[in-house]
């Protein structure tokens, strides 16, 4: 079963930072794009960002843009999500995902990791 690992998550004051990491163990994904989105209670799941098999190309939310900093290590079989200038709105389960070359939508998701900002 393909498995996805987030870790990272915890609580933070508003403005401070939080580096979320998300790891395939026993499955290489160097050549599937990737992605984290987040959700917070009794809301939809989100976007956040996305990043291309090599780390050339990324996408953002609006909500996120200039503070959230996607990227992979192939080699480590790793994406990470940096997350500065957090805000109380930024709190969430931020889940890691991934998905084959060939399709839009993305397939393996892992179980999440919190994210709680206080005032």
């Known amino acids: 079963q393909v498995q996805l690992v987030e870790s990272g998550g915890g609580s933070v004051q508003a403005g401070g930072s939080l580096r979320l990491s998300c790891v395939t163990p026993g499955r290489t994904f160097d050549y599937y794009p990737m992605a984290w989105f987040r959700q917070a209670p009794g809301k939809e799941r989100d976007f956040v960002a996305s990043?291309?098999?090599?780390?050339?190309?990324?996408n953002y939310a609006d909500s996120v843009k200039g503070r959230f900093t996607i990227s992979r290590d192939n080699a480590k079989n790793t994406m990470y999500l940096q997350m500065n200038s957090l805000k109380r709105e930024d709190a969430a389960v931020y889940y890691c995902?991934?998905?084959?070359?060939?399709?839009?939508?993305?397939?393996?998701w892992g179980r999440g990791t919190q994210v709680t900002v206080s005032s």
């Open positions: 990043i291309n098999w090599n780390g050339v190309t990324t």
């Open positions: 995902a991934a998905r084959r070359p060939t399709t839009p939508r993305y397939e393996y």
